[in-house]
Protein backbone atom coordinates (compact mmCIF):
# COMPACT_ATOMS: atom_id res chain seq x y z
CA UNK A 1 0.00 0.00 0.00
CA UNK A 2 3.15 2.43 0.58
CA UNK A 3 4.51 2.19 -2.75
CA UNK A 4 1.05 3.09 -4.35
CA UNK A 5 0.28 6.09 -2.35
CA UNK A 6 3.88 7.28 -3.17
CA UNK A 7 3.61 6.44 -6.52
CA UNK A 8 0.33 8.45 -6.71
CA UNK A 9 1.53 11.32 -4.94
CA UNK A 10 4.60 11.87 -7.14
CA UNK A 11 2.28 11.37 -10.57
CA UNK A 12 -0.13 13.89 -8.93
CA UNK A 13 2.73 16.33 -8.21
CA UNK A 14 4.30 15.54 -11.89
CA UNK A 15 0.68 16.10 -13.60
CA UNK A 16 0.35 19.81 -11.49
CA UNK A 17 3.55 20.37 -12.94
CA UNK A 18 2.90 19.31 -16.59
CA UNK A 19 -0.47 21.19 -16.62
CA UNK A 20 1.40 24.45 -14.98
CA UNK A 21 4.44 24.15 -17.89
CA UNK A 22 1.48 23.41 -20.64
CA UNK A 23 -0.04 26.82 -19.44
CA UNK A 24 2.98 29.03 -19.52
CA UNK A 25 4.73 27.28 -22.34
CA UNK A 26 1.86 26.31 -24.77
CA UNK A 27 -1.62 28.29 -24.09
CA UNK A 28 -0.09 31.24 -23.36
CA UNK A 29 2.45 31.58 -26.26
CA UNK A 30 -0.50 30.41 -28.60
CA UNK A 31 -2.89 33.15 -27.25
CA UNK A 32 -0.27 35.58 -28.10
CA UNK A 33 0.32 34.23 -31.86
CA UNK A 34 -3.20 34.81 -31.86
CA UNK A 35 -4.66 38.06 -33.71
CA UNK A 36 -6.73 39.14 -31.82
CA UNK A 37 -6.88 42.68 -29.53
CA UNK A 38 -5.80 42.31 -26.20
CA UNK A 39 -8.92 42.77 -24.20
CA UNK A 40 -9.70 39.54 -26.43
CA UNK A 41 -6.79 37.57 -25.69
CA UNK A 42 -7.36 38.75 -22.04
CA UNK A 43 -10.96 37.02 -22.12
CA UNK A 44 -9.99 33.89 -23.51
CA UNK A 45 -7.34 33.80 -21.04
CA UNK A 46 -9.44 34.27 -18.44
CA UNK A 47 -12.28 31.29 -19.67
CA UNK A 48 -9.44 29.28 -19.72
CA UNK A 49 -7.76 30.21 -16.46
CA UNK A 50 -11.30 29.41 -14.94
CA UNK A 51 -11.26 26.24 -16.18
CA UNK A 52 -7.91 25.15 -15.61
CA UNK A 53 -8.73 26.42 -11.87
CA UNK A 54 -11.52 23.54 -11.51
CA UNK A 55 -9.32 21.03 -12.78
CA UNK A 56 -6.22 22.57 -11.08
CA UNK A 57 -7.55 22.53 -7.66
CA UNK A 58 -8.82 19.27 -7.64
CA UNK A 59 -5.32 17.94 -8.60
CA UNK A 60 -3.63 19.94 -6.21
CA UNK A 61 -6.50 19.29 -3.41
CA UNK A 62 -5.40 15.38 -4.21
CA UNK A 63 -1.57 15.66 -4.68
CA UNK A 64 -1.86 17.44 -0.63
CA UNK A 65 -3.98 14.60 0.43
CA UNK A 66 -1.65 12.00 -1.22
CA UNK A 67 1.63 13.58 0.28
CA UNK A 68 0.36 13.89 3.97
CA UNK A 69 -0.84 10.25 3.17
CA UNK A 70 2.57 9.39 1.68
CA UNK A 71 3.88 10.52 5.44
CA UNK A 72 1.71 8.49 6.98
CA UNK A 73 2.61 5.60 5.37
CA UNK A 74 6.57 5.65 4.87
CA UNK A 75 7.54 8.54 7.63
CA UNK A 76 7.61 12.04 7.95
CA UNK A 77 10.86 13.39 7.24
CA UNK A 78 12.44 16.74 6.66
CA UNK A 79 12.05 16.34 2.81
CA UNK A 80 8.10 16.23 3.24
CA UNK A 81 7.73 19.25 5.41
CA UNK A 82 9.41 21.47 2.92
CA UNK A 83 7.01 20.08 0.66
CA UNK A 84 4.03 21.19 2.50
CA UNK A 85 5.35 24.35 2.95
CA UNK A 86 5.83 24.75 -0.91
CA UNK A 87 2.17 23.12 -1.43
CA UNK A 88 0.66 26.03 1.33
CA UNK A 89 3.25 28.16 -1.29
CA UNK A 90 1.80 26.84 -4.47
CA UNK A 91 -1.94 26.97 -2.93
CA UNK A 92 -1.04 30.75 -2.08
CA UNK A 93 -0.14 31.45 -5.76
CA UNK A 94 -3.01 29.92 -7.26
CA UNK A 95 -5.43 31.66 -4.93
CA UNK A 96 -3.85 35.12 -5.77
CA UNK A 97 -3.49 34.39 -9.34
CA UNK A 98 -6.94 33.44 -9.88
CA UNK A 99 -8.47 36.33 -6.86
CA UNK A 100 -6.43 39.00 -8.17
CA UNK A 101 -4.68 38.88 -11.39
CA UNK A 102 -7.43 37.18 -13.17
CA UNK A 103 -9.96 39.31 -12.10
CA UNK A 104 -8.25 42.73 -12.28
CA UNK A 105 -6.65 41.73 -15.81
CA UNK A 106 -10.51 41.25 -17.05
CA UNK A 107 -11.49 44.42 -15.64
CA UNK A 108 -8.39 46.48 -16.91
CA UNK A 109 -9.03 45.13 -20.21
CA UNK A 110 -13.17 45.66 -20.11
CA UNK A 111 -12.09 49.32 -19.59
CA UNK A 112 -9.15 50.24 -21.53
CA UNK A 113 -12.25 48.82 -24.46
CA UNK A 114 -14.56 51.50 -23.17
CA UNK A 115 -11.90 54.46 -22.78
CA UNK A 116 -13.16 57.72 -23.59
CA UNK A 117 -10.10 58.47 -24.96
CA UNK A 118 -7.17 57.34 -26.59
CA UNK A 119 -5.38 58.80 -23.84
CA UNK A 120 -7.39 57.23 -21.34
CA UNK A 121 -6.76 53.74 -23.49
CA UNK A 122 -3.06 53.61 -23.77
CA UNK A 123 -2.40 54.30 -20.17
CA UNK A 124 -5.36 51.55 -19.45
CA UNK A 125 -3.11 49.63 -22.17
CA UNK A 126 0.22 50.00 -20.03
CA UNK A 127 -1.45 49.41 -16.57
CA UNK A 128 -2.75 46.05 -17.91
CA UNK A 129 0.67 45.17 -19.34
CA UNK A 130 2.67 46.01 -16.22
CA UNK A 131 0.14 43.75 -14.42
CA UNK A 132 0.46 41.14 -17.02
CA UNK A 133 4.27 41.14 -16.52
CA UNK A 134 4.15 40.46 -12.98
CA UNK A 135 1.62 38.07 -13.49
CA UNK A 136 3.96 36.05 -15.46
CA UNK A 137 6.53 36.54 -13.07
CA UNK A 138 4.17 35.14 -10.65
CA UNK A 139 3.54 31.80 -13.08
CA UNK A 140 7.36 30.93 -13.69
CA UNK A 141 8.20 31.48 -9.67
CA UNK A 142 5.05 29.15 -9.26
CA UNK A 143 6.62 26.29 -11.65
CA UNK A 144 9.68 26.65 -10.24
CA UNK A 145 8.32 25.75 -6.87
CA UNK A 146 6.18 22.89 -8.38
CA UNK A 147 8.92 21.66 -9.67
CA UNK A 148 10.76 21.35 -6.80
CA UNK A 149 7.60 19.90 -5.03
CA UNK A 150 8.05 17.34 -7.96
CA UNK A 151 11.92 16.71 -7.14
CA UNK A 152 10.79 16.22 -3.31
CA UNK A 153 7.64 14.00 -4.17
CA UNK A 154 10.11 11.56 -6.26
CA UNK A 155 12.77 11.96 -2.95
CA UNK A 156 10.40 11.43 0.01
Same mark, same amino acid.
Given at each position: ?????????????????????????????????????????????????????? @????? !? $? #???? +????? &???? %??????? @????? !? $? #???? +????? &???? %???????????????????????????????????????????????????????
Amino acid at each position: MSALVHTLHVLLAGVWLGSVAFTTFVVSPALEAMKWSEPERVAARSVIGRQFAR @VGIVN !L $V #LLLL +FAVLD &GFSR %GFGPLLY @VEYAL !L $V #LVFG +FVAVH &GAYF %GRRLVDLAEAEKRAGSDGEARALAERRRALQRLSLRVSHLNLLISAAVVALAVNA
